[in-house]
């Protein structure tokens, strides 16, 4: 008796998510026709998707698949996912530590308390590429480092936000082993997975 296997070649992605762009293919929105989307960017293979999000304004590291199971591994608990985040006033130990340690949070309209993270001060922030946000004369600002194991909708900027710190832009860096390094907006590179 003689099977027949198929082996399927799947492909991921990693990109550089600019400011300003979608994390998906295709617009069904009516009211958000002019928004721009993924795939403006490269030609990506059909069946694409995004491995989790990243909203309109924010930007970073984004995960590319065709493959289900590789998506719904690096979504796990299991995995981390590091944010770099400029807010508006100067960040205070005492801030860093209540980030650490769960806040409570509102999602789709009811409480949740968010799980401990890790959260520390970045000092050098020549890694992330330049982008004007607003004039130094609003005041000053704090870059910090958040790391998650979850990712709720607009997650790591209520956090900020709920602590008086609002984000003024945040750049997703890592996503397990896979990191955004030296890339720049816009860009792709193709991974294996």
Same mark, same amino acid.
Request: aromatic share 10%.
């Given at each position: 008796?003689f099977?027949?296997? @198929?082996?399927?070649?799947?492909?991921?992605?990693k990109?550089?998510?600019?400011?300003?762009y979608?994390?998906?293919? @295709?617009?069904?929105?009516?009211?958000?026709r002019n928004?721009?989307l993924?795939?403006e960017?490269?030609e990506?293979?059909?069946g694409?998707m995004a491995?989790?999000?990243?909203?309109?304004?924010s930007?970073g590291l984004? =995960?590319?698949?065709?493959? *289900?199971?590789?998506?719904? !591994?690096?979504?796990?608990?299991k995995i981390?996912?590091e944010? !770099?985040? =400029? $807010?508006?006033? $100067?960040?205070?130990?005492?801030?860093?530590?209540?980030?650490?340690?769960?806040?409570?949070i509102s999602?789709? *309209?009811?409480?949740? =308390?968010?799980?401990?993270?890790?959260?520390?001060?970045?000092?050098?922030t &020549?890694?992330?590429v330049?982008?004007?946000?607003?004039? &130094?004369?609003? *005041?000053?600002?704090s870059?910090? &480092?958040?790391? =998650?194991?979850?990712?709720?909708?607009?997650? $790591?900027?209520?956090?900020?936000?709920?602590?008086?710190?609002?984000t003024?832009?945040l750049v997703?860096?890592?996503?397990?082993?896979?990191?955004?390094?030296t890339m720049?907006?816009?860009? @792709?590179?193709?991974? &294996?997975c």
């Open positions: 008796m099977y027949n296997l @198929v082996v399927v070649k799947h492909s991921c992605f990109i550089y998510k600019p400011y300003g979608l994390s998906q293919f @295709v617009n069904n929105q009516n009211k958000r928004k721009k993924l795939n960017l490269y990506f293979p059909e694409i491995v989790g999000r990243l909203d309109e304004k930007e984004l =995960l590319l698949t065709t493959d *289900g199971k590789f998506s719904n !591994h690096i979504t796990s608990s981390e996912k944010y !770099h985040v =400029l $807010v508006d006033g $100067v960040i205070t130990q005492n801030t860093i530590d209540k980030l650490t340690k769960g806040l409570e999602v789709n *309209g009811k409480p949740y =308390l968010t799980k401990n993270c890790k959260a520390k001060l970045l000092n050098d &020549s890694h992330i330049e982008r004007f946000v607003r004039d &130094s004369k609003h *005041g000053p600002t870059w910090l &480092s958040i790391t =998650l194991t979850e990712g709720k909708f607009r997650q $790591v900027r209520k956090m900020t936000a709920k602590l008086g710190y609002p003024l832009r997703r860096v890592r996503i397990g082993d896979y990191k955004l390094e720049k907006p816009a860009e @792709v590179i193709e991974i &294996s």
